[in-house]
């Protein structure tokens, strides 16, 4: 059969649109499976005061990896949350202000790499009127009572003085402070100012409590800040036009007691105000910040514990945040290590942080050990090392077959803790 020209064009063209709908017809039809999302807080039926911003606390799941997430509110989107990287499991948390008194519809939806949506997921908030009350609230200048210090629970951590007791003055592996409001020393050279603004919302606090929350942001923005830009090498303004902080009640927060999502970052009162015996200022969440979302330096609170460290002595004098050297290599070599080798740890599940993997924590810890023998020089040259990779790096095949494309980070960790001759484990299950 011979086709005129114009004939075998109009063939041709059918042909194509017929395999397009063909193509697509396999994409739009069983072959993408749709994410999964669930509501985890706050509860369906909940009840807020106009005025409130209420914190959405969403956990997507899906094969391909999660892309976006949406926070609908009465039928519209209210906001959303990009992922940096698809994840298989992700939990967001979506910011959404409750101005309109009566009941409203909360949906979150879930996008995966596809472009599918998940069937939304959907709770009611019933919003309630304010109104003004009789009661005379304390002046902000009460402030915070100040609770019975307890150090965190590591095993020969020393116990809390009593309320008679003086605090011990003698060199201590963990000194408690009598006053933690106060104890912050502010250095005798002003640092650099910081070069992007940090807001902070404590509305869904008592009033009273506004003087600490501004306390608590001037001190991570002029003291914690600076420090942080100094040893990492990093300007948030590179990354973010501003910083947000958001304090709420406890209950407000099931999963996490706080939590950084880019530049925004939601935090309980109890790792916050609360957190006593602790100075008012953030030097955890605003590190996640700048490691996992703004230069992708290693994370997974593997420097944690060192530059927390360092951001307590050079502020206070004190350890607030971790106890000291020899409290952390007992802990590491009489628990951690121990336990490792007796269960080797199976490979982390794909699209999960391995905040949690036990050899994370054991390179957490022999970092900060690194802090306390080296000072914070070697820890600044390490983190920097893992900013930008090094194609002369191979990590070794344990690493690899553990963090997979961080693996190459853990072995700038694992080169750089060899160096350090007055500390010497080895530690084969995390390729160490």
């Known amino acids: 059969m011979c086709l ?7 063939f041709l063209l059918a042909l194509c649109a017929l395999l397009l709908a063909c193509d697509l017809g396999s994409l ?24 409130t911003e209420v914190a959405v606390q969403a956990t997507a799941t ?6 976006w997430i949406e926070l609908w509110v009465d039928g519209a989107v209210a906001g959303n949350q990009v992922l940096p990287a698809p994840q298989t499991s992700y939990t967001a948390i979506l910011l959404w202000r409750a101005t ?64 008679t007791s003086p ?58 800040y600076p420090l942080l830009r100094e040893i990492t090498g990093t300007s948030l303004s590179s990354c973010y036009d ?34 006593a015996p602790a100075p008012l200022y953030d030097s955890h969440e605003i590190l996640h910040t700048i490691s996992m979302f703004c230069i992708n330096a290693l994370d997974n609170h593997v420097f944690h514990g060192a530059i927390e460290s360092h951001i307590d002595l050079t ?26 080798k007796k269960n080797p740890t199976p490979q982390p599940t794909p699209g999960v942080i391995a905040v949690d993997h036990p ?9 900060t050990i690194l802090y306390y023998d080296s000072g914070i020089e070697a820890i600044k040259r390490l983190y920097r090392a893992t900013i930008k990779r090094d194609p002369t790096v191979v990590p070794n095949a344990k690493l690899s077959g553990l963090f997979g494309a961080n693996a190459w980070q853990y072995q700038m960790v694992v080169n750089a803790l060899k160096q350090n001759t007055k500390h010497s484990v080895t530690v084969p299950e995390c390729g160490y």
């Open 4 to 10: 005129k020209p114009k004939r075998a064009f109009i």
């Open 28 to 51: 739009l039809g069983g072959g993408v499976t749709k994410p999964t999302v669930i509501i985890t807080a706050p509860a369906s039926g909940a009840r807020v005061n106009a005025g």
């Open 62 to 67: 899906d094969a391909r990896g999660i892309a």
């Open 100 to 163: 309109t008194p009566g009941a409203h519809v909360i949906q979150v939806r879930a996008y995966n790499t596809a472009s599918a949506a998940s069937d939304p997921a959907a709770i009611s908030i019933e919003v309630a009127p304010v109104i003004a009350q009789a009661t005379q609230l304390p002046p902000p200048s009460a402030g915070r009572a100040t609770p019975t210090p307890t150090p965190a629970q590591i095993p020969g951590a020393a116990p809390p003085p009593s309320p």
């Open 167 to 224: 605090v011990p003055t003698a060199p201590s592996p963990w000194r408690i402070p009598t006053n933690p409001t106060t104890a912050i020393r502010k250095p005798a050279t002003p640092f650099a100012p910081a070069d992007l603004p940090f807001h902070i919302d404590c509305s869904a606090l008592d009033p009273s409590r506004k003087a600490e929350c501004d306390r608590y942001i001037a001190n991570t923005r002029d003291l914690v």
């Open 242 to 275: 501003a910083v947000y902080y958001k304090i709420v009640p406890d209950e407000q927060l099931t999963t996490h007691r706080a939590q950084a999502q880019q530049n925004r970052i939601l935090s309980s009162l109890r790792e916050t105000l609360n957190a």
């Open 315 to 340: 502020l206070t004098g004190l350890q607030w945040q971790n106890p000291g050297r020899e409290l952390i290599a007992n802990w590491l070599e009489k628990k951690l290590i121990p336990d490792i």
């Open 359 to 367: 050899c994370a924590k054991i390179f957490g810890d022999l970092v």
